[in-house]
């Protein structure tokens, strides 16, 4: 309940980014390390075009970067431009976590009144 | 598992339009729901250390309506308002939420306890229902691993500190 959860919304940002299950399946597979185009088609059994299509909304928000190595061109994760989603994640269980402290508190007192009047309220 | 009566929420995102705050309580969940469901009692926790709570209206009863104010440290007043839709005393409370600012993107929330060995596990799901994440799932065609993804996103945040 009552739960502020505005952030503005951008077709460029990383939470849009991730938003899309195939793209959030290529950054898992980028966790892992580095990899080169065919080795995500293959991993994720997606078509060659898609992988790109998807590859390039990445590299737009920074969430992926590639360098070339001869003939290949080596896609890599960049956490740092994810880290707006896990900001924003940990920002809300911050005030979350705030307001359950002072949740016990309430909770404390009403366990003493309890005990105090031997019955409940 | 380690439990401690102060322990942090856990917030984890099960769905691309949901949004799940879990927390265990040292009290049973009669006193939990209180807190939960008392203007006066929600008046002393709601704004957390984020601001001063301003004024806390309940009707609860299927259909009545609620809205908490408070003001925010930095001087501006936020609002939630919205609508009881399932009572369950103790055990289950489903209501819709409104954040004033934003009108337009209305949730819907689940709160359920559930109580063991004097303790309560406290559960809100929230379900969002604006335009932007319900374009997410029509998108996807899917609801996978966001949870699995967020903690590999996590991972990766953390590991570059």
């Given at each position: 309940?009552?739960?502020?959860?505005?952030?503005?919304?951008?077709?460029?940002?990383?939470?849009?980014?991730?938003?899309?299950?195939?793209?959030?399946?290529?950054?898992?597979?980028?966790?892992?390390?580095?990899r080169?185009?065919?080795?995500?088609v293959?991993?994720?059994?997606?078509?060659?075009?898609?992988?790109?299509?998807?590859?390039?909304?990445?590299?737009?928000?920074?969430?992926?970067?590639?360098?070339?190595?001869?003939?290949?061109?080596?896609?890599?994760?960049?956490?740092?431009?994810?880290?707006?989603?896990h900001?924003?994640v940990?920002?809300?269980?911050?005030?979350?976590?705030?307001?359950?402290?002072?949740?016990?508190?309430?909770?404390?007192?009403?366990?003493?009144?309890?005990?105090?009047?031997?019955?409940d309220? | 598992m380690?439990?401690?009566?102060?322990?942090?929420?856990?917030?984890?995102?099960?769905?691309?339009?949901?949004?799940?705050?879990?927390?265990?309580?040292?009290?049973?969940?009669?006193?939990?729901?209180k807190?939960?469901?008392?203007p006066?009692?929600?008046?002393?926790?709601?704004?957390?250390?984020?601001?001063?709570?301003?004024?806390?209206?309940?009707?609860?009863?299927?259909?009545?309506?609620?809205r908490?104010?408070?003001?925010?440290n930095e001087?501006f007043?936020?609002?939630?308002?919205?609508?009881?839709?399932?009572?369950v005393?103790?055990?289950?409370l489903?209501n819709t939420?409104?954040?004033?600012?934003?009108?337009?993107?209305?949730?819907?929330?689940?709160?359920t306890?559930?109580?063991?060995?004097?303790?309560?596990?406290l559960?809100?799901?929230?379900?969002?229902?604006?335009?932007?994440?319900?374009?997410?799932?029509?998108?996807?065609?899917?609801?996978?691993?966001?949870?699995?993804?967020?903690?590999?996103?996590?991972?990766?945040?953390?590991?570059?500190?």
């Amino acid at each position: 309940m009552m739960l502020s959860v505005a952030r503005a919304a951008t077709t460029a940002d990383a939470f849009n980014a991730v938003a899309e299950p195939r793209r959030r399946a290529i950054l898992d597979a980028l966790s892992d390390g580095e990899r080169p185009v065919n080795d995500l088609v293959h991993a994720l059994g997606m078509a060659q075009p898609q992988v790109s299509k998807h590859l390039r909304v990445l590299r737009e928000v920074g969430a992926v970067e590639v360098r070339e190595e001869g003939r290949q061109r080596l896609y890599r994760l960049n956490g740092h431009a994810l880290k707006p989603i896990h900001d924003w994640v940990k920002n809300y269980e911050q005030s979350w976590s705030e307001r359950f402290v002072q949740l016990d508190a309430v909770l404390e007192d009403l366990k003493q009144k309890e005990q105090g009047d031997g019955s409940d309220e | 598992m380690a439990v401690t009566s102060s322990g942090t929420a856990t917030v984890t995102l099960p769905a691309d339009d949901q949004i799940l705050i879990t927390r265990e309580f040292d009290a049973p969940r009669e006193l939990v729901y209180k807190a939960w469901t008392t203007p006066e009692l929600v008046a002393r926790w709601w704004a957390g250390e984020r601001g001063k709570v301003t004024s806390i209206d309940i009707d609860l009863r299927v259909g009545g309506t609620w809205r908490f104010v408070m003001e925010a440290n930095e001087g501006f007043e936020v609002a939630f308002h919205g609508e009881y839709q399932e009572i369950v005393p103790n055990e289950r409370l489903v209501n819709t939420e409104v954040f004033e600012g934003m009108p337009d993107a209305a949730a819907l929330d689940t709160l359920t306890l559930t109580e063991e060995d004097g303790r309560t596990q406290l559960q809100v799901l929230v379900q969002h229902t604006s335009k932007e994440h319900r374009d997410g799932h029509i998108n996807s065609g899917m609801e996978d691993g966001m949870q699995e993804a967020m903690d590999a996103l996590e991972r990766v945040a953390v590991s570059l500190r």
